[in-house]
């Protein structure tokens, strides 16, 4: 997975974790021990519209939403959801989790679906975002990574960034993706979940209204619009942040598995 992450990233998914889990676990200030009522997971493999599936959760002020809570290695992964969830400042508590996060920085883990399984015995409720592109997921990450920004604020000013791309890591890269996906799919065999597709549901504005009322349905609880306060970080046109397009295009068009994603960034 190293055609996904950098190094600078690495280093932290490694150490940063184990920081937060002994801080958790030595401050009892800020646990609340508040009683919960309910419990969500957002599981996606990144680049999908989690931030944005995030927000229209936050629309209801009783959800906390903890984020990327297993972004960092930890010994116990499940002790620190348990001692995150004594934290929670209000009555209903979510978090984040990307397939990367369980299926390789928790090591701990040794039954990934099993993990799964136990959180939906204690009430966990899971949202599964797919974004079904690979082949734009991959630019996103690519082009994030490269930038080392992962989103923008509204009222943020874009500067002008292009990057040279390598074909064979695009190619990596969507790969890693398709098999992220096929791995979700066994792991949330039998189990529970929310199926939520970022192209159909999140993506277009008309089917936001549909959306929201079936998350509302599955979670029972009522949401509203939210006022999005981001915008994308990766341009629509592959020419206005890839400086070498002209390959990259002719690369698109010339592997048949990458073609496929193809029509929404080269009309093809």
Same mark, same amino acid.
């Given at each position: 997975m190293q055609t996904i992450f950098d190094v600078k990233y690495f280093?932290?998914?490694?150490? &940063?974790?184990?920081a937060r889990e002994i801080f958790l676990n030595l401050d009892t200030s800020k646990r609340t021990n508040l009683p919960l009522e309910k419990k969500f997971l957002? &599981?996606?493999?990144?680049?999908?519209?989690?931030?944005?599936l995030e927000n229209i959760l936050a629309s209801n002020s009783?959800?906390?939403?903890?984020?990327?809570?297993?972004?960092?290695?930890?010994f116990k992964p499940k002790k620190v959801v348990k001692l995150t969830e004594q934290t929670c400042p209000?009555?209903?508590?979510?978090?984040?989790? !990307?397939?990367?996060?369980?299926?390789?920085? /928790?090591?701990?883990?040794? #039954?990934?679906?099993?993990?799964?399984?136990?959180?939906?015995?204690?009430?966990?409720?899971?949202?599964?975002?797919?974004?079904? #592109?690979? !082949?734009? /997921?991959? !630019?996103?990450?690519?082009y994030a990574m490269r930038r080392n920004v992962w989103h923008y604020k509204n009222e943020t000013k874009v500067k002008d960034f292009k990057m040279r791309l390598d074909p064979e890591t695009l190619a990596d890269t969507v790969l890693d993706f398709?098999?992220?996906?096929?791995?979700?799919?066994?792991?949330?065999?039998?189990?529970?979940? &929310?199926?939520?597709?970022?192209?159909?549901?999140?993506?277009?504005?008309?089917?936001?209204?549909?959306?929201?009322?079936?998350?509302?349905?599955?979670?029972?609880?009522?949401?509203?619009?939210?006022?999005?306060?981001?915008?994308?970080?990766?341009?629509?046109?592959?020419?206005?942040?890839?400086?070498?397009?002209?390959?990259?295009t002719s690369f698109i068009k010339s592997e048949k598995h990458l073609k496929q994603f193809a029509q929404p960034l080269l009309g093809v």
């Open positions: 280093i932290k998914t490694q150490f &940063l974790g184990y957002i &599981l996606s493999s990144g680049r999908s519209g989690s931030t944005l009783n959800i906390h939403c903890e984020g990327e809570l297993l972004r960092g290695k930890n209000t009555s209903i508590f979510g978090f984040k989790l !990307l397939t990367y996060q369980l299926l390789e920085i /928790q090591t701990a883990i040794n #039954n990934k679906k099993n993990f799964l399984y136990h959180l939906v015995e204690d009430g966990y409720k899971i949202i599964y975002l797919e974004r079904s #592109n690979s !082949l734009l /997921q991959a !630019l996103s990450v690519l398709e098999i992220f996906k096929d791995q979700e799919k066994k792991l949330l065999e039998h189990i529970p979940y &929310l199926y939520i597709n970022y192209e159909e549901e999140l993506n277009k504005a008309n089917n936001l209204p549909a959306t929201i009322d079936k998350l509302s349905n599955y979670l029972e609880l009522p949401f509203s619009t939210p006022t999005i306060g981001l915008k994308k970080v990766t341009p629509v046109q592959l020419s206005n942040y890839v400086s070498n397009y002209r390959e990259i």
